[in-house]
């Protein structure tokens, strides 16, 4: 006769609230901060950076709280360390309705043993009331 394969209940349920300890011990969710904003032209976006779990890298997300659609026309990184994609300026056209939020730059580690850092920032313009104003921001420098 072969061996069970599968556990006895007591111990399959131990096993389960082992697992579910394990995954309460060690998150695998993204944490999320504000960053400070250092602006020409009073950006109207409010930024976020979003860690990644297990190194995977950061998200830099912009949410617009005005009445005015922004367009997000270049995102630039620079004095970049060990990351992915390479420093520069990218031409983007990321529009970002009233009250919605958009992500603008996805960063990771090249090597995820070793730390990570860059500069970057967004030139942006809205029109709105006919208006339009255009502005660069440099929200910080994010250090992982």
Known sequence: MSP???PEPAARHIW????MLAALAFPAHAQRDSLPDSTTGTSPLVVTRELLPFRGG?????????RDTVWVDTVSTYACRNIYPRCGDRAVDIIIPPGNEKELLRIRPQMREEGYGWRWGYAWHTSGGGVIRRGRAAPGAPEA
């Open 4 to 6: 069970c394969l599968h």
């Open 16 to 19: 389960l609230a082992s697992l």
């Open 58 to 66: 950061v998200v830099i997300h912009g949410r617009n709280p005005t």
